[in-house]
């Protein structure tokens, strides 16, 4: 992870060269118009501050990066619709005939066929 600050390296390197150069670099940037100066100064900052962004910018650590992961995973559970199954240990439904609590593993059909462990009954879980 730390070698994505050496990265800002680069435009560091461009933003410090281009600002020397435009103001002590003699032959070739001693006789540019003076807006020319001025524009690239800017440019130069530009650079320099893309580049001191990625050196000196506050990585977030390992860890908290993990505490992120986690808490985007909690929400993503909350966001669940109201009545589905949940982590709980039973999926919520109820045997239509002997009031059985279905286990959360129990196969369901695409239709929500299901036969009961307790009684061996079929229900559906749409209609009760
Ligand atoms: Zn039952």
């Known amino acids: 992870m730390q070698f994505i600050r050496f990265v800002g390296i680069v435009p560091f390197g461009v933003g410090l060269t281009l600002l020397c150069g435009l103001w002590f670099g003699g032959t070739p940037f001693d006789r540019a118009p003076f807006f020319f100066k001025i524009m690239g100064s800017f440019v130069a900052l ?8 990625f050196l000196f910018a506050k990585m977030p650590a390992q860890g908290q990066l993990h505490s992120m992961l986690s808490e985007l995973k909690k929400q993503q559970q909350g966001h669940q619709p109201e009545g589905m199954p949940s982590d709980t240990g039973s999926a919520g439904y109820q045997c239509t005939a002997c009031g059985a609590t279905l286990e959360s593993n129990a196969d369901v059909s695409p239709h929500g066929d299901v036969k009961c462990e307790h009684c061996g009954r079929w229900f559906n879980i749409h209609k009760s």
């Open 46 to 53: 530009m650079f320099l501050f893309v580049g001191s962004g």
